[in-house]
T-cell receptor
Framework: GAGVSQSPSNKVTEKGKDVELRCDPISGHTALYWYRQSLGQGLEFLIYFQGNSAPDKSGLPSDRFSAERTGGSVSTLTIQRTQQEDSAVYLC?????????????FGPGTRLTVL | AQSVTQLGSHVSVSEGALVLLRCNYSSSVPPYLFWYVQYPNQGLQLLLKYTTGATLVKGINGFEAEFKKSETSFHLTKPSAHMSDAAEYFCAVSPNTGGFKTIFGAGTRLFVKA
């Protein structure tokens, strides 16, 4: 079956603009996760969804970041008033359930460049 | 709070040599442990994981890792490196005490020399 897909694959924007990143999880996966991968650093956890709800938003770097998931499927990560430090690869993953033991399946990522 | 440390941001081995990538964790309770691999221009994929049971875990592509509670380690090994193993490897932990937040290490880039 199809894996996790993300769009766009690359996004270049100007400082101060808003951007929206999209994630399509594997069909039937109830849990969805967003991470940020900055150059030379590991993955930084941003947020996860159980179905459509996000129990833990503590990983979002600032109030400029928000995410939603509708219909238990597609999720969008929105960054308002982008800053240069937001430049990174944003990774989405999904898992069958939201257990700590579940394998996460990752998408290819969206590379965001803020000029 | 949990944390993960991967020793060495870059590791270089010759083809056919032993691969050893180190991972140590910090947690008040032994967590669940994972190794993920990221090939160039691809997403991360699971190599192996330890949840319960046997402490020596075998994964895909000939990799294995051993959970050592006394050393708080989960090092990844492969007896003989292939050129195709060149990638970035991430160790990760998640709690086994309820709740969820997977913590990833900074990653180790493996280079394989012919």
């Amino acid at each position: 079956g199809a894996g996790v897909s993300q769009s766009p694959s690359n996004k270049v924007t100007e400082k101060g603009k808003d951007v929206e990143l999209r994630c399509d999880p594997i069909s039937g996966h109830t849990a969805l996760y967003w991470y940020r991968q900055s150059l030379g650093q590991g993955l930084e956890f941003l947020i996860y969804f159980q179905g459509n709800s996000a129990p833990d938003k503590s990983g979002l770097p600032s109030d400029r970041f928000s995410a939603e998931r509708t219909g238990g499927s597609v999720s969008t990560l929105t960054i308002q008033r982008t800053q240069q430090e937001d430049s990174a690869v944003y990774l989405c993953a999904s898992s069958l359930d939201y257990l700590s033991t579940d394998t996460q399946y990752f998408g290819p990522g969206t590379r965001l460049t803020v000029l | 709070a949990q944390s993960v440390t991967q020793l060495g941001s870059h590791v270089s081995v010759s083809e056919g040599a032993l691969v050893l990538l180190r991972c140590n964790y910090s947690s008040s309770v032994p967590p669940y442990l994972f190794w993920y691999v990221q090939y160039p221009n691809q997403g991360l994929q699971l190599l192996l994981k330890y949840t319960t049971g046997a402490t020596l875990v075998k994964g895909i592509n000939g990799f294995e890792a051993e959970f050592k509670k006394s050393e708080t380690s989960f090092h990844l090994t492969k007896p003989s490196a292939h050129m195709s193993d060149a990638a970035e490897y991430f160790c990760a932990v998640s709690p086994n005490t309820g709740g969820f937040k997977t913590i990833f290490g900074a990653g180790t880039r493996l280079f394989v020399k012919a």
